[in-house]
T-cell receptor
Framework: DTAVSQTPKYLVTQMGNDKSIKCEQN?????MYWYKQDSKKFLKIMFS???????INETVPNRFSPKSPDKAHLNLHINSLELGDSAVYFC?????????????FGPGTRLTVT | AQKVTQAQTEISVVEKEDVTLDCVYE???????LFWYKQPPSGELVFLIR??????QNEISGRYSWNFQKSTSSFNFTITASQVVDSAVYFC??????????FGQGTRLTINP
């Protein structure tokens, strides 16, 4: 069973389009995250949700809007896509939003904006 | 500032050699956790280890070992008798009170047969 899953795995789209990435975890965790990994492999947190409530928003452009319909799902919607949005986006989850819990990552979604 | 530095961008060794990946961190927090993650060529991120700031015991798991030294703010990772399957990008990360992971830049490790 996949613990943290993301769809789609690859997403190619044109500038200006709107797209969504879905994430689901079956670990029973309370906290979910979105990270962005750029072309140099640098990983940076974007958002964190705990029990459907936003707890971290790391100065991400408001074209990015996370939505958590329930604590097992955290989707990422991106409006008006730009070339600089091309990256790999990782969803992750942890048991609680505490500093001590390890995060489990999904397989990543490679977004290419042309 | 809270920061993780992995000074080695790329390391290349021959199979069966031992290799150490360096990680230096900065934080003013007294309670924090350090992690190592592996990202193989397939792209997923795999959790390897967690260490809290109060536990400076070294950890060994098979061919992997970790050396945590608060005095030098380092959390280094050693692979003994490396294998080709160890080839990956390895990330050191610091977990802070704001419930987020701050990652280092990653070290790309290539094990040549």
């Amino acid at each position: 069973d996949t613990a943290v899953s993301q769809t789609p795995k690859y997403l190619v789209t044109q500038m200006g389009n709107d797209k969504s990435i879905k994430c689901e975890q079956n670990l029973g965790h309370d906290t979910m995250y979105w990270y962005k990994q750029d072309s140099k492999k640098f990983l940076k947190i974007m958002f964190s949700y705990n029990n459907k409530e936003l707890i971290i928003n790391e100065t991400v452009p408001n074209r990015f809007s996370p939505k958590s319909p329930d604590k097992a799902h955290l989707n990422l919607h991106i409006n008006s896509l730009e070339l600089g949005d091309s990256a790999v986006y990782f969803c992750a989850s942890s048991q609680e939003p505490a500093v001590s819990y390890e995060q489990y990552f999904g397989p990543g979604t490679r977004l290419t904006v042309t | 500032a809270q920061k993780v530095t992995q000074a080695q961008t790329e390391i290349s060794v021959v199979e069966k050699e031992d290799v150490t990946l360096d990680c230096v961190y900065e934080t003013r927090d007294t309670t924090y956790y350090l992690f190592w993650y592996k990202q193989p060529p397939s792209g997923e991120l795999v959790f390897l280890i967690r260490r809290n700031s109060f536990d400076e015991q070294n950890e060994i798991s098979g061919r992997y070992s970790w050396n945590f030294q608060k005095s030098t703010s380092s959390f280094n990772f050693t692979i003994t008798a490396s294998q080709v399957v160890d080839s990956a990008v390895y990330f050191c990360a610091l977990s802070l009170g704001a419930q987020k992971l701050v990652f280092g830049q990653g070290t790309r490790l290539t094990i040549n047969p």
